[in-house]
T-cell receptor, first 115, second 115 residues
Framework: DAGITQSPRHKVTETGTPVTLRCHQT?????MYWYRQDPGHGLRLIHY???????DKGEVSDGYSVSRSKTEDFLLTLESATSSQTSVYFC??????????????FGPGTRLTVL | AQKITQTQPGMFVQEKEAVTLDCTYD???????LFWYKQPSSGEMIFLIY??????QNATEGRYSLNFQKARKSANLVISASQLGDSAMYFC????????????FGSGTRLQVQP
């Protein structure tokens, strides 16, 4: 158990409203990631963070912003939700320990529906 | 940019038989890692196996083995003695050893194990 939680686990919202998803880890890992999962696409990287206040964009970052003010929390914000952002969102952390040093652990996911 | 291709959207296998799930990758970077994740209907992402690009031997984890053919850029997952609980989506993913260390996923293969 990598100690990753996501909140909320499910959310239904309306087009145009702001939405914030939270990822919380208990083990102080440096690297954190947000992915979205859509049918036929696997998981795609939205944003990632390599430390407090250090973030960068992934392949599908349009319409999303992130913040990391503490090591343990990585927030994903949809400033004005659109129906195309209906998806399952996964947070992941990378311990970068020896052995399987590239392994990433995933949170349970957040199912977001934008009506 | 790296790319992962999984050409089998769905596969069937009889219980207790072996099955191979295909994965090809593309990258110009010499140092990378390859993963397989399992996603059951409950939605969580479960790590199965990891292969580093410089690893001399194919990775094995219990009933899972990774058939790594570097020259062909393939990283097929072999599941031996299939069980009903193996029915799930399976994702191949790649990570570069430098930079952002984010995963690039294939589109997945849905495996159904039949009794």
């Amino acid at each position: 158990d990598a100690g990753i939680t996501q909140s909320p686990r499910h959310k239904v919202t309306e087009t145009g409203t702001p939405v914030t998803l939270r990822c919380h880890q208990t083990e102080n890992h440096r690297y954190m990631y947000w992915y979205r999962q859509d049918p036929g696409h696997g998981l795609r990287l939205i944003h990632y963070s390599y430390g407090v206040k250090d973030t960068d964009k992934g392949e599908v970052s349009d319409g999303y912003s992130v913040s990391r003010s503490k090591t343990e929390d990585f927030l994903l914000t949809l400033e004005s939700a659109t129906s195309s952002q209906t998806s399952v969102y996964f947070c992941a952390i990378s311990p970068l320990t020896s052995g399987r040093r590239n392994e990433q652990f995933f949170g349970p996911g957040t199912r977001l529906t934008v009506l | 940019a790296q790319k992962i291709t999984q050409t089998q959207p769905g596969m069937f296998v009889q219980e207790k038989e072996a099955v191979t799930l295909d994965c090809t990758y593309d990258t110009s970077d010499p140092s990378y890692g390859l993963f397989w994740y399992k996603q059951p209907s409950s939605g969580e992402m479960i790590f199965l196996i990891y292969q580093g690009s410089y690893d001399q031997q194919n990775a094995t984890e219990g009933r899972y083995s990774l058939n790594f053919q570097k020259a062909r850029k393939s990283a097929n997952l072999v599941i031996s003695a299939s069980q009903l609980g193996d029915s799930a989506m399976y994702f191949c993913a790649m990570i570069l050893d430098t930079g952002r260390r984010a995963l690039t996923f294939g589109s997945g293969t849905r495996l159904q194990v039949q009794p």
